[in-house]
């Protein structure tokens, strides 16, 4: 492995300091002059027929400067990703499909009378029943919530290998369950929020907190009708995302106000508009099925899943299609059958949330994957040794890539890490569980054949007083890729992180990029930057070498200097070599691009191990997570800090959907409209032995080495925790997320509590 200065050091975050001091400027801290406020008019119904809209009380009132219905707006007033059917603002005549959907939008000068005219615009409506299950969409003679969407089916995904009806007749043992994960909210810190104003040369700008300024320009261009050579997106930075900012969100709607009012416009969602309002993750119904011999070998693998899309197609048909592929997880299983569908609801939204269906697919299968251990009186750790792939074995999709399989050594270090088991005080009732899964978490190598996700573009400039600026259009959110980016710029080029300056996310100076998600970025604009670093490295080699009188060859870059590596040594600062390229005009601004090997595969994998000590008291139904390990093999770590930062994020967010996050709903309305109902994991949580740790494979494919990382740790600590419980009761609680009351049902039904070991003495 190659020592390199800077990259896989833990140097400092570039956005550290503005961050920490309050002096970065998110998008609800931007002022113009002339600015505006925009509320927009949500549905208070799942389902219904807006039959008229009465805007007259609220453009009365004094500093409204604008009230906008559907039929003030140019374009289509249609957006969406892939399948742009989703009504910036419902039409009189047409149906409202969520409590997400806007009817209309005002503009005024103050937020205080934006919000009292949005509540005096009259909306009359027919309310409809809605469709608030798949089961209940997919009945016949069901409405259809989208014309030419036959059982309301949003997507249909399948898979096969072998003959999984041969694999079942051999198998001696078949164990099978249906899992019902549930919604989860991203409840990232920052609301929807962003600026919108247009220039006098007729150029709309919209500056905005996001996770694709392309997708984005592509919605507003589709939906009102602008040139996109007229569209300017300017991401700011993103107060925490999670997929939830994936979809264009509020900017359409942004867009529209500050083009029909004529001012800068800024609008900012409250909390209980924002948990409405944007995509979660999908709630999911799994059948899971599992064929094995007495060895313990699998045979054969069956699943089926029916998600919840919500209204609108979104990124419903990547996510369940990756849901599906995952359920085969790192196993060598030589039959399978699988398929997946998800249905239009009148429910909340359903997209992206970090892990993108795998986190919901390694539930199922790392469940049932104990409960044949249990059935087979073999411990779980060695079921799944007998059925890892093997050094030289392909997954079963041929979607994923060819990373070296690195299981075995993923096994010693969690044990290593691990720890031996902890015991319960003596004279206590308190039992003690132990649990380690694993899974194969994917990553975006930007090579699916999708506008937006194939395909990624860097660029370096060098200025002439040797000064450094990378253009990226990827996101910031919060994972560090700024920070990778000047790793790279500066380890490339032999300078300090200082030199460098990294602008990202904006369609104006920025190379199309796509999305920010799918564990994508590192690996895909890290590429690309490398790609763009040689020519311009290659450029002031040259003409150093001049100024040195030495090959080309024979330099190194080193500490802000270009210096031989023969004797006697001559140096030349390299802030002199830029000057010298400027004044006779060198090209020192190159864009590299990046996409996998055309054919050879999608999405690239690594491989990932988590373990939990948890506690569970029999008599109450408490349980208290003592410890929880998880363990990445990142190929290469490009920064420790933030790597390992990623990990600790990732187990949070699973120990919560695990044992607390579920966004409820009730006839297609959120029983959870805010923090006050919707539970997340605090400080208080979290165990005090809480480790994060990797391997480092290298991967050839990746910068430096790397692999896509950010979204692994989510997959398969939530399972993790689940079957760290169920070892403790010594058998399987169905709910998810598990309360206190499952866990006291499941030690009653055991006869572990105390009430129930004192009913059978009577």
């Not at 019902?180 to 919209?206: I, K, M």
């Not at 899974?439 to 930007?446: C, K, L, Q, S």
């Not at 990932?608 to 990142?634: Q, S, W």
């Not at 800090?641 to 006839?667: C, F, H, K, N, R």
Request: charged share 20%; with cysteine; net charge negative.
């Amino acid at each position: 492995m190659t020592e390199e200065r800077i990259v896989g050091k833990g140097v400092d975050r570039v956005d550290a300091r503005a961050k920490v001091t309050g002096q970065t400027i998110y998008a609800g801290d931007i002022r113009l002059q002339g600015m505006h406020f925009g509320k927009i008019v949500f549905s208070p119904h799942p389902r219904a027929r807006v039959l008229a809209i009465d805007t007259s009380a609220a453009g009365a009132m004094p500093g409204v400067r604008r009230v906008i219905t559907a039929r003030d707006l140019p374009g289509t007033n249609r957006y969406g990703y892939e399948v742009a059917h989703r009504p910036v603002l419902v039409s009189i005549g047409e149906e409202v499909r969520y409590v997400g959907d806007a009817v209309a939008m005002v503009v005024a000068e103050t937020e205080e009378i934006a919000s009292r005219a949005a509540s005096a615009v009259s909306v009359r409506y027919e309310v409809l029943r809605p469709l608030t299950s798949p089961a209940q969409a997919m009945e016949s003679g069901a409405p259809l919530i989208h014309e030419g969407s036959p059982g309301n089916r949003c997507t249909h995904r399948q898979f096969s290998k072998g003959d999984v009806e041969s694999g079942f007749r051999d198998a001696e043992v078949v164990v099978e369950e249906i899992y019902q994960t549930p919604r989860q909210e991203q409840a990232f810190l920052e609301t929807e929020a962003g600026v919108a104003y247009q220039d006098q040369s007729g150029v709309l700008h919209v500056m905005s907190c996001l996770q694709d300024p392309y997708g984005v320009a592509d919605d507003i261009h589709i939906a009102l009708g602008v040139p996109k050579s007229k569209i300017h997106i300017k991401g700011t930075p993103v107060g925490g995302g999670f997929g939830g900012k994936l979809n264009t969100t509020i900017q359409v709607h942004l867009a529209a106000m500050a083009l029909l009012a004529g001012v800068p416009v800024m609008l900012v969602l409250d909390r209980e508009e924002s948990f409405v309002f944007h995509p979660k993750r999908h709630p999911a119904e799994i059948r899971l099925r599992i064929g094995a011999g007495r060895d313990g070998v699998i045979r054969a693998l069956e699943g089926k899943v029916i998600a919840d899309a919500g209204p609108y197609s979104g990124r419903t048909p990547e996510v369940v299609g990756l849901l599906m592929s995952a359920l085969v997880g790192p196993y060598r299983i030589p039959n399978i059958s699988t398929q997946a569908e998800a249905i239009y609801t009148n429910n909340l939204d359903s997209g992206a949330f970090r892990g993108f269906g795998a986190p919901q697919a390694a539930i199922a299968r790392e469940c049932l994957m104990d409960r044949l251990a249990r059935t087979l009186a073999i411990d779980p750790l060695e079921l799944r040794r007998r059925n890892f792939l093997k050094a030289g074995d392909r997954p079963a999709s041929a979607m994923l890539g060819d990373s070296p399989v690195s299981l075995d050594t993923l096994i010693e270090r969690i044990l290593e890490k691990l720890g031996p088991r902890p015991s319960v005080a003596e004279h206590s009732r308190k039992r003690i569980g132990r649990s380690i899964c694993f899974d194969m978490p994917v990553f975006d190598v930007g090579a699916i054949p999708v506008l937006g996700k194939s395909g990624v573009g860097a660029t370096i400039e060098v200025q002439s007083d040797g000064s450094v600026t990378v253009y990226a259009g990827g996101t910031e959110l919060g994972q560090g890729i700024s920070t990778v980016l000047a790793q790279i710029a500066a380890e490339g080029l032999g300078l300090t992180m200082e030199s460098v300056l990294v602008e990202m996310s904006d369609t104006s100076t920025c190379p199309r990029a796509g999305r920010t998600s799918a564990s994508r970025l590192s690996f895909g604009l890290g590429n690309a930057l490398l790609r763009a670093i040689e020519p311009v490295r290659k450029t002031i080699a040259a003409r150093a070498a001049a100024l040195l009188e030495a090959p080309p060859e024979d330099l190194a870059f080193e500490g802000g200097r270009i210096r031989t590596t023969r004797a006697p040594v001559r140096s030349v600062p390299f802030a002199d070599v830029a000057r010298a390229c400027s004044e006779v005009g060198d090209n020192l601004r190159e864009e590299g691009w990046f996409r996998a090997s055309e054919g050879r595969y999608m999405y690239g994998h690594t491989f990932m191990a988590a373990a939990a000590d948890v506690e569970v008291d029999p008599d109450t139904g408490e349980t208290r997570v003592l410890k929880i390990v998880n363990v990445l093999d990142m190929g290469r770590i490009l920064n420790p800090v933030m790597a390992y930062g990623q990990l600790y994020g990732g187990a949070i967010q699973a120990l919560g959907y695990a044992l607390m996050e579920d966004m409820t709903t009730s006839d297609g309305l959120p029983t959870s409209p805010s923090f006050a109902q919707y539970m997340i994991p605090t400080a208080l949580d979290v165990p005090e032995e809480f480790v994060s740790d990797a391997i480092e494979t290298p991967y050839a494919a990746g910068p430096f080495g790397a692999k896509g990382i950010g979204e692994a740790a989510l997959n398969c600590t939530t399972p993790t925790l689940l079957n760290a419980i169920a070892d403790a009761l010594g058998t399987e609680v169905k709910a998810i997320p598990i309360g206190q009351e499952h866990v006291l049902a499941a030690a009653r039904e055991r006869g572990l509590c105390r009430d129930t070991m004192e009913e059978v003495v009577r």
